[in-house]
């Protein structure tokens, strides 16, 4: 009788550890369901190309508005929109969003958050346009495989910097890169080529 009590016990002990471990390693496993159960409010479907124009512009309204804690430490106020739904792997979510910076214009950002807890791995800006002096800042970017992107980053005088009119012909710098992004949200950056017009002196 006592041997099958101390049978029973350690049982009772083995069962128990057991359920203690089936627990845990569905809590590690279990995925954060939350963005993938948004895509279909996302406008666009793996969407290739982006910069900042009218077209962007005209369309911010049609767009959903969303707000995430964890987009928070990233973005300023809540003026973030769902863009371009770009999928998942077993680890990862891919998408993008526009962020209107109201002064500073509107800003298209592709983001790569973690499947199990929604934080955000990578967060690179990749079409957006603004202006300060004399000089018009411009970023477009195309997605050309899985975490690579060729992107177009120029710098347009579009002033006379003497007669302070617009310059009937502008003229500018523009630098052709290859982005990829590793699998820490670490961008690397290859340039590609450069055209340059512009005289140091004036940028």
Not at 49 to 74: C, M, P, Q, T, Y
Not at 97 to 117: C, M, P, R, T, W
């Amino acid at each position: 009788m006592i041997k099958f009590m101390q049978s029973l016990k350690l049982f009772s002990i083995v069962l128990c550890l057991t359920l203690i471990m089936m627990k845990c390693r569905f809590v590690n496993e279990r995925k954060d369901p939350y963005w993938e159960s948004r895509k279909d409010d996302f406008k666009y479907q793996n969407k290739v190309e982006f910069k900042n124009d009218s077209a962007l512009e005209n369309e911010l309204r049609s767009l959903n508005r969303i707000s995430d804690v964890h987009l928070g430490s990233i973005f300023s106020g809540d003026h973030v929109y769902l863009y371009s739904w770009h999928g998942s792997d077993s680890s990862t979510i891919r998408f993008t969003v526009v962020h209107d910076d109201e002064e500073h214009g509107l800003d298209v950002y592709y983001l790569i958050l973690s499947k199990a807890d929604g934080k955000v791995i990578a967060s690179e800006e990749i079409a957006g346009a603004g202006r300060e002096a004399d000089f018009l800042y411009e970023t477009a970017s195309k997605i050309t495989g899985k975490d690579s992107l060729f992107q177009v980053r120029s710098v347009t005088q579009w002033l006379d910097p003497g007669t302070r009119q617009r310059l009937e012909r502008d003229n500018g710098d523009s630098t052709f890169l290859h982005l990829t992004i590793d699998a820490t949200g670490q961008v690397t950056e290859k340039i590609v080529k450069e055209v340059k017009h512009l005289n140091d002196e004036y940028k």
